[in-house]
């Protein structure tokens, strides 16, 4: 059976006359990790609220699991984990009272609590230190402790609503070996986030801007769309950079020329290779100019999709 | 069924763990209603005694002397002052230094050597009423009394020697902590109930985690009986501290079954503690939250409950609404086990009414909570 994990069709909330979420369609299949991926304000855990059944949908459907979120809400709240954006756990309980007190809230009991429990503790890293108050905990193993919990039924389907603000680098990296390898287990998980970097982790990207999705791919085939051709940066010596720039964008084949600090970025036509470029600032009189291949990122694609859509908001 | 036990047991345990590392609760559930029992059972005592009275005696003889002397000698009235002139008085009045004067006229033991009936006059600052009124019940034994004394042959006309007597039923010597310890049971146990259940919802609706707990399987229902049960053992250890205080400390007379009393207190409990849910679900905000909750249970427990003014002599809108909350039940139910003597047959209708508020807060308070994160 091939039915989706998540399935959304037209999904809107509004807030008085505020649209939060505005017409949103999408398909998440089993075992995805599917990223969620917006400023603040874009309507992304208003969205993530919906489909846990914490918020009723103003207009559109959603599907969890096979399960209408507003007909059958009971049977979506069987089937999801959720971890909130703002931290929900027990500060004034121990780690092992907290995540007692969820296995018993999902239904767990006997034999059964006491395995997952230590379970959760592994995952957590906390089965040492199982007694301590939540409270005392840094913000990344807290975070970890919060995704354990959430993992205690072993739901089909988890959301993370920013599971990673406030986390350390390494932490942060850990955390997504974590959620790679339940993904890789079959897990489908749903994963907000603002920066840019974390969503390459993802196999396929929502890109939200004012409760509109705007983009949604694998993270390549967003590159390979709204950023095509080569991207180079090019080291100009001191001082003629501008020059440089005013020159690249009359040039035919240059798609895009921007300053970034003293470099520049130059996005030009995929057919054109290096070798062009080299002859094609021969020609401009900066042949001494040297420059790298860099590969586009998520970053540039939001940008180019900002841009679209700012152009596409004035052209109507 | 199982899972429904799992769940409530799991809500039960988290809260309890809450209660026990916070000695603010323990606090509030367990030290302050005996305080507040000490304060206010020594403070707001309706006994009066030791009224501030000033002398005016005109007639200064061995008569008038013995009759200042009667009326002196118990507790009731203290000297502070003797004037000469009945004008003297007001200003002390006014100032606060006496609330009543005994004025003796000059001709008082001519008149009752001539046989005349003597008259004294008892002056009484009538704007402390309770005071007043006890005193001039009070006075009219004394001067009952000091006719007997002084005037056997006029008396003996009538019949063998008049002794007043006054004799009040179910509260032996008229001590008012008897009517103050229930009263007051009320008062405390209403106030520790709603404040203690009134923030616990709140304050997960304000920190998140009640967001986090619906999406989990756990009903509403569940929620609320799992609040309220490990509330509801603290406010029985309350409830027991309270009454055994109470009992001990004002020796207040136990007419009736203990477990009568136990078992109607816990059943107000349950009714304030549903009120003060209701209270935290409606309002999802702690701060509004605990006023509310402090002005919706307070008030009536002091005011509308019986223990202060009695009901019957309220205007209609106040008697319905005193009759429409649980502490006009609960005060006269504990009334009657504690001073009556009454089993459970006279306070059935009371333990019915305060059932019936339960009921339908219980159902308002699990309906209410649908909405309460939209
Ligand atoms: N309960 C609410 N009432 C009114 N406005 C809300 C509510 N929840 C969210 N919003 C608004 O909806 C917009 C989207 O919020 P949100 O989904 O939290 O954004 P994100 O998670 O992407 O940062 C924001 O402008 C926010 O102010
Ligand atoms: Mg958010």
Same mark, same amino acid.
């Given at each position: 059976?091939?039915?989706?994990?998540?399935?959304?069709?037209?999904?809107?909330?509004?807030?008085?006359?505020?649209?939060?979420? &505005?017409?949103?369609?999408?398909?998440?299949?089993?075992?995805?990790?599917?990223?969620?991926?917006?400023?603040?304000?874009?309507?992304?855990?208003?969205?993530?609220?919906?489909?846990?059944?914490?918020?009723?949908?103003?207009?559109?459907?959603?599907?969890?699991?096979?399960?209408?979120?507003?007909?059958?809400?009971?049977?979506?709240?069987?089937?999801?984990?959720?971890?909130?954006?703002?931290?929900?756990?027990?500060?004034?309980?121990?780690?092992?009272?907290?995540?007692?007190?969820?296995?018993?809230?999902?239904g767990l009991r006997g034999q059964l609590l006491s395995q997952r429990l230590e379970h959760a503790l592994e995952l957590a890293l906390l089965t040492d230190r199982r007694n301590v108050l939540t409270g005392a905990l840094p913000g990344g193993i807290r975070q970890r402790l919060a995704l354990a919990s959430a993992l205690l039924h072993q739901p089909p389907i988890v959301f993370l609503d920013e599971p990673t603000a406030g986390v350390s680098p390494d932490a942060r990296r850990a955390f997504w070996r974590t959620i790679r390898q339940l993904a890789h287990e079959g897990t489908t998980l749903f994963v907000t986030t603002h920066t840019l970097d974390e969503a390459e982790h993802c196999h396929r990207v929502g890109l939200m801007a004012?409760?509109?999705?705007?983009?949604?791919?694998?993270?390549?085939?967003?590159?390979?769309?709204?950023?095509?051709?080569?991207?180079?940066?090019?080291?100009?010596?001191?001082?003629?950079?501008?020059?440089?720039?005013?020159?690249?964008?009359?040039? /035919?084949?240059?798609?895009?020329?921007?300053? $970034?600090?003293?470099?520049?970025?130059?996005?030009?036509?995929?057919?054109?290779?290096?070798?062009?470029?080299?002859?094609?600032?021969?020609?401009?009189?900066?042949? /001494?100019?040297?420059?790298?291949?860099?590969?586009?990122?998520?970053?540039?694609?939001?940008?180019?999709?900002?841009?679209?859509?700012?152009?596409?908001? /004035?052209?109507? | 069924?199982?899972?429904?036990?799992?769940?409530?047991?799991?809500?039960?345990?988290?809260?309890?763990?809450?209660?026990?590392?916070?000695?603010?609760?323990?606090? $509030?559930?367990?030290?302050?209603?005996?305080?507040?029992?000490?304060?206010?059972?020594?403070?707001? !005592?309706?006994?009066?005694?030791?009224?501030?009275?000033?002398?005016?005696?005109? &007639?200064?003889?061995?008569?008038?002397?013995?009759?200042?002397?009667?009326?002196?000698?118990?507790?009731?009235?203290?000297?502070?002052?003797?004037?000469?002139?009945? &004008?003297?008085? /007001?200003?002390?009045?006014?100032?606060?230094?006496?609330?009543?004067?005994?004025?003796?006229?000059?001709?008082?033991?001519?008149?009752?050597?001539?046989?005349?009936?003597?008259?004294?006059?008892?002056?009484?600052?009538?704007?402390?009423?309770?005071?007043?009124?006890?005193?001039?019940?009070?006075?009219?034994?004394?001067?009952?009394?000091?006719?007997?004394?002084?005037?056997?042959?006029?008396? !003996?006309?009538?019949?063998?020697?008049?002794?007043?007597?006054?004799?009040? $039923?179910?509260?032996?010597?008229?001590?008012?902590?008897?009517?103050?310890?229930?009263?007051?049971?009320?008062?405390?146990?209403?106030?520790?109930?709603?404040?203690?259940?009134?923030?616990?919802?709140?304050?997960?609706?304000?920190?998140?985690?009640?967001?986090?707990?619906?999406?989990?399987?756990?009903?509403?229902?569940?929620?609320?009986v799992g609040k309220v049960c490990p509330y509801f053992l603290l406010g029985l250890v309350a409830v027991l501290l309270v009454l055994t205080a109470g009992v001990a400390m004002f020796s207040v007379p136990v007419a009736g079954s203990l477990w009568l009393l136990f078992g109607v207190s816990a059943l107000f409990l349950l009714a304030m503690f549903i009120q003060g849910l209701f209270i935290s679900v409606a309002t999802r905000r702690q701060a509004l939250a605990s006023q509310l909750a402090f002005i919706t249970t307070m008030l009536p427990a002091l005011l509308l409950s019986g223990f202060v003014f009695p009901i019957d002599n309220m205007p209609w809108p106040l008697q319905f609404l005193a009759r429409a909350l649980p502490p !006009?039940?609960?005060?006269?139910?504990?009334?009657?086990?504690?001073?009556?003597?009454?089993?459970?047959?006279?306070?059935?209708?009371?333990?019915?009414?305060?059932?019936?508020?339960?009921?339908?807060?219980?159902?308002?308070?699990?309906?209410?909570?649908?909405?309460?994160?939209?």
């Open positions: 059976m091939n039915r989706p994990a998540i399935s959304v069709d037209g999904l809107t909330r509004r807030f008085g006359r505020f649209v939060a979420v &505005d017409g949103v369609s999408f398909e998440v299949s089993k075992g995805e990790i599917f990223g969620y991926l917006g400023a603040n304000g874009a309507g992304k855990s208003t969205t993530i609220r919906m489909l846990c059944g914490l918020l009723r949908p103003s207009a559109g459907r959603a599907v969890v699991n096979g399960h209408d979120v507003v007909k059958h809400t009971w049977e979506v709240k069987r089937s999801i984990g959720y971890m909130s954006q703002k931290f929900s756990l027990y500060l004034d309980l121990t780690v092992q009272e907290n995540l007692q007190f969820f296995a018993g809230a999902y004012e409760g509109r999705l705007v983009a949604l791919d694998t993270p390549a085939e967003l590159k390979r769309r709204h950023v095509p051709g080569a991207l180079f940066t090019l080291h100009p010596a001191g001082g003629r950079s501008k020059e440089l720039l005013a020159k690249l964008r009359q040039l /035919e084949g240059v798609l895009e020329a921007q300053p $970034f600090g003293h470099r520049l970025h130059l996005r030009i036509a995929a057919e054109r290779d290096e070798a062009w470029l080299a002859s094609l600032l021969e020609q401009v009189g900066f042949g /001494e100019v040297g420059f790298d291949r860099t590969e586009p990122t998520l970053e540039d694609v939001f940008l180019q999709v900002a841009k679209e859509g700012a152009a596409a908001t /004035e052209g109507r | 069924m199982k899972g429904f036990l799992t769940r409530v047991t799991a809500i039960t345990v988290k809260e309890a763990a809450h209660i026990l590392r916070d000695p603010r609760v323990m606090i $509030f559930a367990l030290v302050l209603p005996v305080l507040l029992l000490l304060l206010f059972g020594y403070a707001i !005592s309706f006994d009066v005694d030791h009224i501030p009275l000033v002398v005016v005696d005109q &007639d200064q003889t061995n008569a008038s002397r013995n009759l200042v002397e009667s009326f002196t000698s118990g507790d009731l009235f203290e000297i502070k002052a003797r004037r000469s002139t009945v &004008d003297q008085v /007001e200003p002390l009045f006014r100032s606060g230094l006496a609330r009543a004067a005994l004025v003796i006229p000059e001709e008082f033991t001519r008149r009752l050597a001539g046989g005349r009936e003597p008259s004294v006059q008892l002056l009484l600052d009538g704007s402390d009423n309770n005071t007043a009124t006890v005193a001039l019940g009070y006075a009219g034994v004394v001067a009952l009394e000091v006719s007997r004394r002084q005037m056997p042959t006029s008396l !003996s006309r009538e019949g063998a020697p008049i002794s007043a007597q006054i004799r009040t $039923f179910f509260n032996p010597g008229l001590r008012s902590s008897a009517f103050i310890v229930p009263g007051l049971t009320a008062v405390i146990l209403t106030m520790i109930a709603t404040m203690l259940t009134a923030l616990t919802v709140s304050r997960e609706i304000e920190q998140g985690s009640m967001e986090q707990l619906f999406t989990t399987p756990v009903s509403r229902l569940e929620i609320v !006009s039940y609960f005060i006269h139910a504990i009334r009657a086990v504690l001073l009556r003597g009454n089993g459970v047959e006279a306070i059935l209708r009371d333990s019915l009414a305060i059932l019936l508020f339960f009921g339908v807060f219980l159902l308002l308070t699990v309906r209410r909570f649908r909405r309460a994160l939209n």
